[in-house]
């Protein structure tokens, strides 16, 4: 009778049987599809993992000049003021004043501390002015050299400040224009101003003047038609010879 090992014990293989078992076996595992179980498993799209960690923004870490997205709508937040409960278990509120920066709407609105938002997908390019008709006012993107258009509600009244050629910076959300920046102030040539007194250089009196957009300014009585001349855009207030 053969002699064998101990009952119930598994004889190891050969070593050059194991290694031909572990090539079949990885041959096998090799084939087209042979993943496919795992692809299955694993193949979330990466979306799903972008959105799952787009960065969120809780109500109560909005502060002043930051931006936010509510509701689909980019926002800017114009001032923020927190009110700590006295009672116990009460919540912490934030009162955010906002500015819808699709309609130019401000309002006040309280959120619960751990609100959460979205942070917008903003972004801003220089862009030159080109011409205004009734459907809106044209910019030319001087990256791309797009042409974009702001609608009359989302121009406001930067068309007082604007001649053809001037540079402003446009914002995009989402990749569309919804408004624009003006410098802290521009130049423009005066078309019309009333006469003034002789010999007055003080600046101190002033006159009305009127610049080639159509807008109109209080300015030093020496300051003559063909002048150009610096205007705030925030006030519209006279800033000086150009």
């Known amino acids: 009778m053969a002699s064998g090992g101990p009952r119930g014990v598994r004889r190891s293989a050969p070593l050059?049987?194991?290694?031909?078992?572990?090539?079949v076996a990885a041959d096998a595992y090799?084939?087209?599809?042979?993943?496919?179980?795992?692809?299955?498993?694993?193949?979330?799209?990466?979306?799903?993992?972008?959105?799952?960690?787009?960065?969120?923004?809780?109500?109560?870490t909005v502060k002043r000049?930051?931006?936010?997205?509510?509701?689909?709508?980019?926002?800017?937040?114009?001032?923020?003021?927190?009110?700590?409960?006295?009672a116990r278990g009460g919540q912490t509120l934030v009162r955010l004043k906002m500015r819808n920066l699709l309609?130019?709407?401000?309002?006040?609105?309280?959120?619960?501390?751990?609100?959460r938002f979205k942070e917008p997908d903003l972004e801003t390019v220089e862009a030159s002015y080109l011409y205004s008709d009734t459907e809106g006012?044209?910019?030319?993107?001087?990256?791309?050299?797009?042409?974009?258009?702001?609608?009359e509600s989302m121009i406001g009244s930067?068309?007082?400040?604007?001649v053809e050629g001037a540079i402003v910076k446009l914002n995009k959300f989402n990749g569309n224009p919804i408004g624009l920046e003006l410098?802290?102030?521009?130049?423009?040539?005066?078309?019309?101003?009333?006469?003034?007194?002789?010999?007055?250089?003080?600046?101190?009196v002033t006159k009305l003047a009127r610049l080639e957009t159509g807008l109109e300014i209080k300015a030093?009585?020496?300051?003559?038609?063909?002048?150009?001349?610096?205007?705030?855009?925030?006030?519209?207030e006279f800033a000086g010879r150009a």
């Open 16 to 23: 050059g049987e194991a290694r031909e078992n572990q090539e």
């Open 30 to 60: 090799n084939e087209p599809g042979a993943g496919g179980v795992c692809d299955r498993l694993f193949n979330i799209p990466i979306e799903v993992f972008e959105d799952s960690m787009a960065a969120l923004l809780e109500a109560i």
């Open 65 to 86: 000049k930051m931006y936010f997205e509510f509701e689909n709508a980019p926002y800017y937040c114009l001032d923020a003021e927190v009110s700590t409960p006295t």
């Open 103 to 115: 309609t130019q709407a401000v309002f006040d609105k309280t959120f619960k501390a751990g609100d």
């Open 137 to 151: 006012s044209y910019f030319l993107d001087q990256e791309t050299f797009d042409t974009l258009r702001l609608s």
């Open 158 to 162: 930067a068309l007082d400040y604007l």
């Open 183 to 204: 410098p802290e102030k521009v130049e423009l040539e005066v078309t019309y101003t009333e006469a003034g007194a002789q010999g007055d250089t003080s600046g101190k």
């Open 220 to 236: 030093p009585l020496y300051i003559q038609e063909g002048e150009r001349v610096k205007v705030y855009t925030e006030s519209g």
